[in-house]
């Protein structure tokens, strides 16, 4: 059964950047949509950014329209580990950051998603 273990939440002041990591207890190449979700409280978890490789290993990126051009999603199939670079952190970026898997081409479809973390609390502060 595949693990997910995110870390790098943290407290920051709104301008500021973290950088969330989520590493895989089994070889990430198998899992072929790896993604970011996040959830506030009384809201719906939303998809925030995905990366899909194709069976050559490149890789390609999508984003949320909240996030794009601030967060920047990345991996390291050496280390199975998923990144999540967060710049130009904003008070509505608050939430519960979960790390999410698939074999397929999910898209930030949440129910497409079959491995879930236990999740990194971020709080931007105004």
């Known amino acids: 059964q595949l693990r997910l273990v995110e870390s790098g939440g943290g407290s920051v002041q709104a301008g500021g950047s973290l950088r969330l990591s989520c590493v895989a207890s089994e070889d990430t190449e198998s899992y072929r949509d790896m993604a970011w979700f996040r959830q506030a409280p009384g809201k719906e978890r939303e998809g925030v950014a995905r990366?899909?490789?194709?069976?050559?290993?490149?890789?390609?990126?999508a984003y949320a329209d909240s996030v794009k051009g601030r967060f920047t999603i990345s991996r390291d199939n050496a280390k199975n580990t998923v990144y999540l670079q967060m710049n130009s952190l904003k008070p509505e970026d608050t939430a519960m950051y979960y790390c999410?898997?698939?074999?397929?081409?999910?898209?930030?479809?949440?129910?497409?998603?079959?491995?879930w973390g236990q999740g990194t609390q971020v709080t931007v502060s105004s």
């Open positions: 990366i899909y490789t194709y069976t050559d290993r490149t890789s390609t990126p």
């Open positions: 999410a898997a698939a074999y397929g081409f999910a898209n930030l479809n949440v129910d497409r998603y079959g491995y």
